[in-house]
């Protein structure tokens, strides 16, 4: 019987490799994600956040600076993608923030549960953070942001977190995995 070649048995690079394009390529397909409305994934007008689940999903295991830096990076992704006014970028380094601040051993257990809760806070919060720029930058009455954050805020919040353990458990399978094959952890 042949043995199928592990990856323990090959250098580190490759396995970087493999970790980088997984990284690139998750971040790609959440960002494409973004552009498509399927019809189950539409409540009130309103799509998952993909991005916002991808920096919470990254930072959840990471330190706070890898978690803005991460958000700062798919906050610029979302606004090449959309409107650029208001920034998504404030709105997820902060996710990315708190999310790496959040005392993992105490308040999660990194099942679904757990992240669906985070990410939809996290979800309320960007919106919240976009909706302060809207009334910042004055070209919108702040009772019409209010009456559309409401809206907006809950569906996003309530689609992400609904969505969360499709980026979450793949992703999070794969980093333990590769933590393990390195001798990390």
């Known amino acids: 019987m042949i043995k199928p070649l592990s990856f323990r048995k ?21 960002a494409l994600m ?9 409540l009130s007008g309103v799509g998952p956040n993909w991005l916002l689940v991808w920096v919470v999903t990254w930072s959840i295991k990471r330190s706070s600076l890898q978690g803005i830096v991460a958000g700062i990076c798919l906050g610029l992704i979302q606004d090449g993608l959309t409107a650029a006014q ?15 601040r959040i005392n ?5 257990q990194e099942d679904f549960i ?16 976009a909706a302060i720029q809207f ?3 004055g070209t919108h009455r702040l009772e019409d942001v209010w009456l559309h954050l ?3 805020a809950l569906s996003s919040g309530i689609l992400s977190s609904l969505w969360a353990p499709v980026v979450y458990f793949p992703l999070n399978r794969w980093w333990t995995r590769y933590h393990r094959l390195l001798g990390i952890e």
């Open 10 to 30: 090959q250098s580190p690079l490759p396995l970087n490799l493999w970790n980088a394009a997984i990284v690139v390529g998750s971040v790609m397909i959440c």
């Open 114 to 129: 757990s992240i669906a809760l985070i990410v939809f806070g996290m979800a309320l919060m960007v919106e919240a953070v």
């Open 104 to 108: 993992k051993k105490r308040f999660i």
């Open 34 to 42: 973004l552009l498509f409305r399927l019809p189950v994934m539409v």
């Open 150 to 152: 409401r809206q907006t």
């Open 135 to 137: 009334g910042l930058g």
């Open 86 to 100: 208001p920034t998504h970028t404030v709105g997820l380094a902060l996710v990315g923030l708190l999310t790496g």
